[in-house]
């Protein structure tokens, strides 16, 4: 698949001032900030700042990377009649207000949007001030803010082929460069052994993402004796005070089970598995796919079938197989992932079709649309 080569991308002469505006849950941040790592990677004199509200989890993760985080009031379109929805237009107003001047005070060259409530306002704000706007949407679909900024500019890029998007372009998604850049099978020792498993096990690793997920949690509990049975050593990953129990109340344990609550750095999970039981994210399916890694995507059974969306088109590929959450059972994983595991020669398949559908570079990309806009607004600024 031909990239754009960012070498090649003209860069502003000036010093760029981008503001790069998203929050809320992680499948936001981690965009946003890979996006902002590659643009400084790129344009080391660059300035950034990140925007979003004070009661995501933004206001962790941002400073914890290094950067700026300015915010404004969260305003969520009211789902039904109510007192938010006769409040709506004056609190909309007050945002963009508020992001005009966050605009305003940073001088801002380029608005980069990953989506969320904080991006509207900061569109409707770049486009009153002529500052140019770049959107990336991480899911196959678009969500509300993004499809208003898409309006707004041809600077658009998405990690899904599949997504309906005005003037957007596949990129992938932007991911820490651990992950982009893993190869598998060469860290596989040392990962197995940070981990503390066997280096030459057949080794299932489960996660249903730092929240966690009971149903999975629930399943792999119930199916030690047959994972273990089959040779399997297990990583399961249970998520931030969601460790699993046995009958004596302490943390269940079985011979290969290792369970933790959560691993500092994804990558070395991933190199570690033959094969990952996850849920569907599309941060996960983006990185699975990268790093070739086969997968059995459990999508979350709650919202609007999003999670199902983003791991189709790997599953298609042949990367990837799907089960409903009501049907990820003991039954169904004895049947169906045992044998997987079991099957080399089918892993390897998996891994290649994966890995054939991934995409390392996205951030790369997105750090090469962002500075030509950001030198279309400085030569917009110098005219002025």
């Known amino acids: ?37 590659a643009v400084v990677k790129a344009a080391p004199a660059a300035r950034i700042l990140a925007v979003g509200t004070a009661t995501g989890m933004e206001t962790r993760i941002v400073p914890a990377a290094g950067f700026e985080l300015a915010v404004i009031d969260r305003v969520p379109l009211p789902r039904k009649p109510s007192l938010d929805l006769v409040k709506l237009p004056r609190r909309f107003a007050a945002a963009v207000r508020a992001s005009e001047g966050i605009l305003a005070r940073a001088e801002a060259d380029v608005l980069v949007g990953v989506g969320g409530y904080v991006c509207t306002p900061m569109y409707i704000a770049a486009r009153r001030r002529g500052v140019p706007i770049v959107i990336h949407e991480a899911n196959t679909r678009a969500g509300l803010a993004n499809r208003v900024g898409a309006l707004f500019t041809e600077r658009v890029g998405k990690a899904f082929a599949a997504t309906r998007l005005r003037h957007s372009k596949l990129v992938g998604m932007p991911m820490r460069p651990e992950i982009a850049g893993l190869d598998r099978a060469a860290a596989r020792t040392s990962a197995r052994a940070s981990l503390g498993l066997d280096p030459d096990r057949t080794t299932l690793v489960v996660t249903g993402g730092s929240l966690g997920a009971a149903s999975l949690n629930r399943t792999i509990a119930a199916s030690l004796g047959v994972l273990a049975s089959a040779g399997v050593q297990t990583l399961h990953i249970t998520g931030r005070d969601k460790a699993v129990a046995g009958p004596d109340g302490t943390p269940l344990a079985a011979p290969g089970y290792h369970q933790t609550e959560f691993v500092d750095g994804m990558e070395t999970a991933y190199a570690a598995a033959d094969l990952i039981v996850c849920r569907a994210g599309a941060g996960t399916v983006c990185e699975v796919a990268a790093v070739g890694l086969p997968a059995v995507f459990v999508p979350l059974p709650i919202g609007n079938g999003e999670q199902a969306l983003n791991a189709r088109g790997l599953v298609e590929a042949g990367g990837a197989l799907m089960v409903r959450d009501a049907d990820f059972t003991p039954g169904w994983l004895e049947d169906t992932v045992l044998p997987l595991l079991a099957d080399g020669t089918r892993l390897a398949g998996m891994a290649h079709a994966a890995a054939a559908q991934g995409i390392r570079d996205a951030d790369a990309q997105m750090a090469a649309m962002v500075l030509a806009a950001a030198g279309d607004g400085i030569q917009e600024g110098t005219r002025a």
């Open 1 to 37: 698949m031909p990239h754009e080569d960012p070498a090649r991308t003209a860069l502003p002469t000036s010093r760029p001032s981008v503001v790069l505006a998203g929050g809320g849950t992680a499948g936001h941040i981690s965009p946003l900030l890979a996006i902002a790592r």
